[in-house]
């Protein structure tokens, strides 16, 4: 699996122009499955985004993680974070786990963080022909 973790003040989703998820401080997950990602693997990088260091102390020193600092997580499914573009112009998704692999790996990421303390927020598995959604995060 592979997330894209961006720490933020507040963060959204929209689809359609609509917010489907919100949070205030805490951090933005973009969230890919591979074709040999299992549920040990979703659940070993849920704690391992529970428990980043990426939030500042009372010195300015970052040495705070999301449970300390009570932030919640907006998880966005994105399959895009296995493409790959080193050949032509086209990005090819071939590694990326299909939607039925992909949506319970994507679960049991969100369900892993809840169990470790984190508020989760997450944006439901995709349809294939919804309309477009746009993930949002303003820095910390």
């Not at 500042?56 to 493409?83: I, K, S, W």
């Not at 992909?102 to 984190?118: H, I, K, M, S, W």
Request: glycine share 14%; with cysteine.
């Amino acid at each position: 699996m592979r997330a894209l973790v961006q720490r933020v003040s507040r963060a959204s989703v929209r689809v359609g122009g609509e917010v489907k998820g919100s949070i205030g401080p805490g951090l933005l997950v973009l969230l890919g499955a591979g074709h040999e990602d299992r549920a040990e693997d979703a659940e070993w990088l849920a704690r391992k985004v529970a428990h980043l260091r990426v939030f500042g102390d009372e010195g300015g020193q970052m040495n705070r993680d999301l449970l300390e600092t009570g932030g919640a997580a907006l998880v966005v499914p994105q399959f895009t974070l296995y493409g790959d573009a080193r050949r032509g112009r086209r990005p090819d998704f071939t590694r990326a786990a299909r939607p039925e692999q992909a949506g319970p790996l994507f679960d049991r990421f969100c369900a892993a963080l809840e169990q470790a303390g984190v508020r989760v927020e997450r944006r439901q598995r995709l349809i294939r022909g919804a309309p477009p959604r746009r993930a949002a995060g303003e820095g910390a």
